[in-house]
C-alpha cells in the first residue's frame, strides 16, 4: 500500500507548486501506510504467539500494533491537514474527474483493478466508495477512512490495556476480530489508492510523453 501510495499523481500540466503541493500531500500518506502495514503484521504474528503458548509476548504485539496505528493515524492527519491548508481536495477532484470524462469514474477504475488482481472488492463495498466521492470527493472518502481507523485505534488501545485480566477466550477472539477489522480498512485505502493512481494514470502518462 505505501509504494501505491507513494506514486506521483501530479497534473502533467501543472506548475512546480501543484507538483510540489501533492509532493506535501502524498508523503506522510506514504509513510502512515507503512505503519499500518506494520500492525498488520504484528496482528498475524499475535496469532502465532498463542500458538505457541506465549500470551506474554502476543501482550507485547498488542503494545506494538498500538503504537504502529497510532504513527499511522498521525501520518494520515497530517496529510489531511496539509491538504486542507492548500486547497488539494479541489485540485485533485478535478484531476480525477478530467481523467474520468468529466465525472468520477470509481467502478470503471476499480473493474479494471480487479482484472489486474490489485483490489477485490464487494458490490456494496464498490458502490459505497463511489458514492462518497460523488458526494464529497476525495476530501470525504479520505475523512470517512481516518474516521474508521480512529475506531480501529480505540479497540487496540483499549484491549492492549486489558490484556493481563482478558480470558482466554477473549484472548483467542482478539487476534481474529482486529485482522477482520484490519483488513476492512486496508482494503479501502487501498481502493482509495489505485482510485488516485490508476484515475489519473492516463492523464499523467499523456504529459509526461
Not at 464487494?122 to 466508495?129: F, G, P
Not at 488501545?157 to 483467542?172: E, G, L
Not at 482510485?195 to 509526461?208: E, R
Request: aromatic share 6%.
Amino acid at each position: 500500500m505505501s509504494l501505491i501510495c507513494n506514486q506521483p499523481r501530479q497534473p502533467g500540466n501543472g506548475t512546480n507548486s501543484v507538483r510540489d503541493m501533492y509532493e506535501r500531500v502524498d508523503a506522510p500518506i506514504a509513510t502512515g501506510s507503512a505503519h499500518l502495514m506494520r500492525a498488520g503484521a504484528e496482528l498475524h504474528l499475535i496469532l502465532a504467539d498463542l500458538e505457541m503458548n506465549d500470551p506474554a509476548q502476543a501482550a507485547m504485539r498488542v503494545t506494538s500494533v498500538s503504537a504502529a496505528v497510532h504513527a499511522a493515524l498521525a501520518e494520515y492527519e497530517e496529510s489531511h491537514r496539509v491538504a486542507g491548508e492548500l486547497g488539494f481536495y479541489s485540485v485533485h477532484d478535478t484531476l480525477l474527474k478530467t481523467a474520468g470524462g468529466g465525472s468520477f469514474q470509481v467502478r470503471a477504475i476499480l473493474d479494471e483493478a480487479h482484472e489486474k488482481g490489485l483490489v477485490d472488492l464487494d458490490e456494496a463495498s464498490v458502490a459505497a466508495l463511489g458514492e462518497r466521492y460523488v458526494t464529497g470527493g476525495d476530501e470525504k472518502v479520505f475523512t470517512e477512512f481516518i474516521a474508521e481507523l480512529r475506531v480501529f485505534s480505540t479497540e487496540i488501545d483499549n484491549f492492549a490495556r486489558a490484556t493481563t485480566t482478558v480470558d482466554d477466550s477473549t484472548w483467542r477472539e482478539f487476534p481474529w476480530k482486529a485482522i477482520t477489522h484490519f483488513d476492512r480498512i486496508r482494503v479501502q485505502g487501498q481502493a482509495i489508492a489505485i482510485v488516485n493512481i490508476l484515475g489519473t494514470a492516463h492523464v499523467t502518462v499523456a504529459v509526461q510523453a
